[in-house]
């Protein structure tokens, strides 16, 4: 099983110029979208960079993603970020699961993720964030500042979830 950019064989993958100690830990700090997207521009469909001493790929385009996390998905390592920060927390859930576990729970998740459920998942973002708007008007009006400590974030989630993954009326 190869863990890293290294023990790929075939093409060299384009990496981006970086920081030599650091990698691209600034960049990706300061704004997320915009590196990712400047990755891209800079090495096409598939690229290379680091934060700090981890490598990263970018694949950009659906058909590497395909590749990678179906036809080649025991050709990688989730890594040791996943190993050590996540699993301890997560479990061994979807995410942070690998070979035939990830298997069978990717076969369990799968249903939920066929286009007409999709549909479904985008009306429900649509209307929950139409409350989330209308509940920041409400503060905005009564001159209160909006908690910026993810209880109310995580309740809608805990709210919107049950309502299209488990089928639930509200």
Known sequence: MGTGVEAMSGPQIPAIKEHSLLGSLESMRRDRLAFLLSVARQTGDIGSFRVGPAQMLLLNSSELVHAALVEHANDFDKGFIIHRAFRPVL???????????????????????????????????????????QGLAGWRDSGREPRDDGA??????????PDRCAGGDR
Not at 92 to 99: N, P, Q, R, V
Not at 152 to 161: F, G, S
């Open 152 to 161: 109310d974030h995580e309740h809608r989630w805990q709210c919107a979830l």
């Open 91 to 133: 479990g061994e859930g979807l995410f942070s699961s690998e070979g035939e576990l990830h298997r069978r729970q990717r076969k369990i998740m799968a249903p939920s993720f066929q286009p007409r459920h999709i549909v479904n998942y985008a009306r429900t973002m649509v209307e929950y964030s139409e409350r989330a708007q």
